[in-house]
């Protein structure tokens, strides 16, 4: 086994030593790679979307097994939570006046499982809740979101209403994850279930991602005019971005501890 990591662990410390700029290109070839590798096994590219939500749906079910089973929500974003709680009911909103499919009936699901989390951790476990290192101001990014969907929205024949609120958790889903960044900034130290939950929110994103990216070139840019003009689409696909950037650092020290062999995820300093 140790002849095994080793060559893992030789790549890991040469790219943590290279500086920033190395690691960003090292990071958009990686990228570029995996979307290649998907474009060839996946004939049917929604399916990645449809693989995004359910792998965001199995990270909530590793969160709520931490619950029941650990009895305790010490590392867990209450604001994360209740962010992601507000994206998914603006977007079924959306769903049941805009179009109905499978994507409703998993975000349906979803929802109800991070309610579930937010009960939890404000009632049954909040003697366990580490409020202090949960001080993300949430307002920080609900304003933000907010302003930027009335100004950038779809330009679809949908009413004004809708299609503001289809941009908001577009916005909204993109750094929901970002009070859960900082309470593992504060505490340094990221218990198991913990990581396992934000690097499946990572792996939704780059799937979410994906699916949006090769649909754009599978249709020759056709799906950008479908969404309607203006800064509304690049907005969409920039949204998507986002997300995964602000993730991959995070995964990449997942991944990297995994092979180690450590149980617990230390994070160095400058990290999410």
């Not at 474009?39 to 929604?46: A, E, G, M, Q």
């Not at 449809?50 to 965001?56: Q, Y």
């Not at 009936?105 to 404000?122: E, F, K, N, Q």
Request: contains cysteine; positive net charge.
């Amino acid at each position: 086994m140790r002849a095994q990591k080793k060559p893992i662990q030789a790549v890991a410390t040469w790219v943590r030593r290279q500086p920033p700029k190395v690691k960003a290109f090292l990071a958009v070839v990686s990228g570029m790679t995996a979307l290649v590798f998907l474009r060839f096994i996946v004939n049917d590219h929604d399916n990645l979307f449809v693989a995004a939500e359910a792998v965001h749906a199995i990270g909530v079910s590793v969160l709520i097994y931490k619950l029941m089973k650990e009895k305790t929500c010490a590392g867990l974003s209450l604001k994360s939570q209740e962010l992601t709680a507000i994206f998914l009911a603006v977007r079924l909103y959306c769903s049941f006046v805009m179009e109905y499919d499978i994507h409703t009936l998993l975000d349906t699901a979803t929802l109800g499982t991070t309610l579930w989390v937010i009960y939890m951790i404000r009632f049954k476990l909040r003697s366990s809740y580490m409020e202090d290192k949960d001080n993300f101001a949430i307002y920080y990014v609900l304003v933000p979101c907010a302003v930027l969907a009335l100004a950038i929205h779809p330009s679809t024949s949908h009413n004004i209403l809708n299609r503001i609120f289809w941009a908001l958790c577009v916005y909204l889903e993109a750094v929901s994850v970002l009070p859960q960044l900082r309470v593992m900034q504060n505490t340094k130290i990221v218990e198991p279930f913990t990581a396992h939950y934000v690097f499946a929110l990572g792996v939704a994103r780059f799937l979410s991602c994906a699916h949006w990216v090769l649909q754009v070139l599978d249709t020759r840019g056709r799906l950008l005019t479908a969404l309607g003009y203006g800064l509304w689409p690049s907005m969409v696909l920039l949204s998507e971005i986002v997300q995964t950037f602000i993730l991959a650092d995070f995964c990449y020290y997942y991944v990297k501890s995994i092979f180690g062999g450590q149980l617990v995820l230390r994070l160095p300093s400058g990290v999410v």
